[in-house]
């Protein structure tokens, strides 16, 4: 546990929350590996888990009819995907690619929304990663 509390500063999402939520947080992850091109998730297919980069980064790409693989966003060490999970959102409207293979935690996100919910310094840290204020 001792590696894997190391890795989590990695992550800085993770690393800004306070060490017993930290703590309370790995103890829902399992560290998995992700290999390149990985998908974490299609465009309309249920929401299963969230992923805290490492030292991996995820594309996330919006599926259009003009621009199938129209890619809109670069997920890294700084934030999770996929974001929706903060909402409640049950399906994806983004398919997730691994572009950097590496390390990353994994949440169910039962696990993950839990989290959020009972803990306001995770509110507050994603509050901060969505650039709405506290």
Excluded at 46 to 66: I, R
Aim: net charge negative; charged share 20%.
């Amino acid at each position: 546990m001792a590696l894997e509390k190391d890795l989590s500063l990695a992550n800085r999402l993770i690393a800004a929350l306070p060490a017993p939520e930290r703590t309370a947080f790995l103890e829902n992850c399992e560290l998995v590996e992700l290999k390149l091109n990985d998908v974490l998730v299609l465009a309309g297919q249920p929401l299963d888990d969230a992923y805290f980069s490492l030292d991996s980064f995820v594309s996330v790409v919006l599926p259009a009819d003009d621009a199938p693989n129209a890619q809109v966003a670069m997920v890294g060490n700084e934030g999770m995907f996929p974001t929706s999970l903060v909402l409640g959102v049950a399906t994806s409207a983004f398919t997730g690619k691994v572009q950097g293979a590496g390390r990353a935690f994994r949440i169910h996100r039962d696990a993950c929304q839990c989290r959020i919910l009972e803990e306001a310094c995770w509110r507050g840290a994603l509050s901060l990663y969505f650039d709405v204020g506290p």
